[in-house]
């Protein structure tokens, strides 16, 4: 089955840095890879999706990147701030099909000022 | 997202009683999940349902058992509670495949 690893588990920056999360997954038919931010005590939100088809994908200062050969995805945050401060999750879709998710192990960010 | 809720929010439970978590949403989405949240390991997926009467295990299905007899509900079972059931567990729905999650606010479940 499909199975993800998500790097770093822990990150630290400062205000205004960028933020690197990057993920690989091991099912080749996977074709939906979505990131969740989940800030303390909430529930999971959805930030930004991508899908097989597609390279790159921008809103504001998040981004996600897809390298299907090498079947890994990426999240940029450009321009921390410290409300980007969360537990941040990787998924991909378990097959072609796409009936479920898969979630990496997260990613905790702080941001300090 | 008031459209999706879990009940209850906090449970505590002696091991080997059954108890039942429930979620309920009211967009007739037909896909439904269901996942656990603990340190150090994530969401793992426990069930998930496409549509009422279909129900597909997840990565964590043992000691769980579920059930859809209307596309508004997607309750969980836990036959016989055990403390590595101990949990955030978290319901989501889908209103197709390959499409992003709502997620419910969580049930916390600690088994004693």
């Known amino acids: 089955g499909e199975n993800v690893e998500q790097h770093p588990s822990t990150l630290s920056v400062q205000e205004g840095d960028s933020a690197v999360i990057k993920c690989t997954y091991s099912d080749s038919a996977s074709n939906y890879f979505p990131w969740y931010k989940q800030e303390l005590g909430k529930r999971p939100q959805l930030i930004i999706d991508?899908?097989?088809?597609?390279g790159e994908k921008k809103d504001q200062r998040i981004a996600v990147t897809l390298n299907k050969t090498a079947k890994h995805f990426s999240l940029h945050i450009t321009e921390t701030q410290p409300e980007d401060s969360a537990v941040y999750f990787c998924a991909a879709s378990v097959n072609q099909a796409g009936t479920a998710l898969i979630f990496g192990k997260g990613t905790t960010l702080s941001v300090s000022s | 997202d008031a459209g999706i809720t879990q009940s209850p929010r906090y449970k505590i439970t002696e091991t080997g009683r059954q108890v039942t978590l429930m979620c309920h949403q009211t967009?007739?989405?037909?896909?439904m999940f269901w996942y656990r949240q603990d340190l150090g390991h994530g969401l793992r997926l426990i069930y998930y349902?496409?549509?009422?009467?279909?129900?597909d295990k997840g990565e964590v299905p043992d000691g769980y058992v579920v059930s859809r007899s209307k596309t508004e509900n997607f309750p969980l079972t836990l036959e016989s509670a055990t403390r590595s059931q101990t949990s955030v567990y978290f319901c989501?729905?889908?209103?197709?495949?390959?499409?992003?999650?709502?997620f419910g606010s969580g049930t916390r479940l600690t088994v004693v």
């Open positions: 967009w007739s989405h037909s896909y």
């Open positions: 349902s496409a549509a009422a009467d279909i129900t």
């Open positions: 991508i899908r097989s088809n597609v």
């Open positions: 989501a729905s889908s209103e197709r495949p390959n499409y992003g999650y709502t």
